[in-house]
Structures are given as C-alpha cells and as structure tokens.
C-alpha cells in the first residue's frame, strides 16, 4: 500500500496561486495513477485533475482547466498540483488520491470510488 501526504495549501487572495504538494511512500509510487480531489463544507468530494502512472496523460474539471495543472515526480514519489488565478470558489480541503489498479491498466481516475488510498487533505481557502 501507499501512504500519502498533503501540504501547500493556505490563504491567499483571489487571483494567486499555491502549488499542492502530496508525498507518498510505501508501495512503488511510479505505478499508481493519481488525482487530486476537493470538498468544500457541505458539498461532496469532486474531481479536480488526474494523471496517469508515467504523466503523460492528465485530466481536468472544467471548472480548473487552464487555470491549475496536475505533474508528478516518480523520482522523488511526489505529485503536484500548482494553480494560479485561483477564486473564492475553489476553497476547499484538497485530498491526492491514488490507485495501483488505474496505475497498471493506463487508466486515469474521475470518481473518488476508483482510488484506493488517500491522504488527509490540505486546506486552501481563497480571499475575494
């Protein structure tokens, strides 16, 4: 199995930017697929971006496209997630979430169902 921590998040103004950070260890991190999820209070968890075991293939929400993009460095079992032009809106806990079935089958993760381990989440929360 593979364990997974968060950092990076905090409060920043609208208009700014964090970059995400999630650790793993454990289990070999370069053959999980990964994706970074978000909850704000009262709201379900909901997809924000995902990448496949060797980072060539990402997926975004649309409401993050072109605003936030997903990497991941096999070499130091990290994955990223920076975002600029960040909104009120997209306060909320981030979790890195990743999956060895996903990793193995080439496939990337849209449903928080399809991940198997998770971190404890990072909070970002955005001024306007």
């Known amino acids: 199995q593979v364990q997974l921590v968060e950092s990076g998040g905090g409060l920043v103004q609208a208009g700014g930017s964090l970059r995400l950070s999630c650790a793993a260890s454990?289990?070999?991190?370069?053959?999980?697929?990964m994706g970074w999820f978000r909850q704000a209070p009262g709201k379900e968890r909901e997809f924000v971006a995902a990448?496949?075991?060797?980072?060539?293939?990402?997926a975004y929400a649309d409401s993050v496209k072109g605003r936030f993009t997903i990497s991941r460095d096999n070499a130091e079992n990290t994955l990223y997630l920076k975002m600029n032009s960040l909104k009120p809106e997209d306060t909320a806990l981030y979790y890195c979430?990743?999956?060895?079935?996903?990793?193995?089958?080439?496939?990337?993760?849209?449903?928080?169902?399809?991940?198997?381990?998770w971190g404890q989440g990072t909070q970002v929360t955005v001024s306007s």
């Open positions: 979430a990743a999956d060895l079935t996903l990793g193995l089958d080439y496939e990337l993760g849209y449903r928080p169902g399809e991940y198997e381990y």
């Open positions: 990448i496949n075991w060797s980072g060539d293939r990402t």
């Open positions: 454990g289990h070999t991190f370069s053959s999980y697929a």
